[in-house]
């Protein structure tokens, strides 16, 4: 048996797009799921009883459904409800909507370790919930879950690959199209393999730069 890579690799401006694209979903889901679970994290651990209820439905239902059952309800269930969007949104709010569901669970550990007497002190000096809860509360609890929040992160980048059951031009969309062209699929999928493995350390060791000066501070 014969490989040939270089069929593969002469469609980099394919594979290029694909990764763009990975990236892309993947930095707009990061943002706007993290901004997610950190509201519903405080939901969780400070909001009332019936908040607390529609927020724990929500985590419960998307970490015990499988992400492309997600994907192909928001895409294909919701048109029948008179809700059409394009594949590339469905995705956006796919993605969103479960790694915001397990970001809420990781947060609130760190929400939840973090001592009642340094809360007290914070009210002591008359800091607003929203500023106790902001300044004092978030900043140290993100930096204890950090780590797992990278790796939820990066399992919703990976993730992403069942997009590109709805043609959303991705790397795995990019590696199925090259297979269909040059018949060489073992070399497809092994050329993108190594890719989603070089964005996986490439995407961690950039949020373990940007962690300590961006979100919680050394």
Do not use: H
């Amino acid at each position: 048996m014969s490989f040939d890579f270089w069929a593969v690799l002469a469609e980099w401006p394919l594979l290029l797009k694909g990764v763009a694209w990975t990236l892309g979903l993947t930095a707009i889901a990061t943002v706007l799921g993290m901004a997610v679970g950190v509201a519903c994290a405080w939901a969780r651990a400070w909001g009332p009883g019936w908040l607390k209820w529609i927020v724990g439905t929500y985590v419960e239902l998307i970490r015990n459904t499988p992400f492309i059952v997600q994907l192909f309800f928001i895409f294909f269930g919701l048109p029948a409800a008179g809700v059409k969007l394009t594949p590339e949104a469905a995705s956006i709010i796919a993605m969103v909507l479960n790694l915001g569901a397990y970001a809420t669970e990781i947060v609130r550990a760190g929400i939840e370790a973090t001592p009642k007497g340094q809360i007290e002190a914070a009210v002591s000096l008359a800091l607003t919930r929203a500023q106790v809860f902001l300044r004092v509360v978030l900043p140290p609890a993100m930096k204890k879950v950090w780590p797992a929040m990278v790796s939820q992160i990066i399992i919703v980048m990976l993730g992403s690959a069942v997009c590109s059951q709805i043609s959303v031009e991705d790397l795995s969309y990019a590696a199925n199209l090259i297979q269909s062209r040059n018949f060489r699929a073992f070399e497809a999928f092994i050329v993108a393999t190594l890719v989603y493995l070089g964005l996986s350390i490439a995407v961690r060791r950039l949020f373990d730069w940007a962690g300590p000066r961006f979100f919680f501070g050394r």
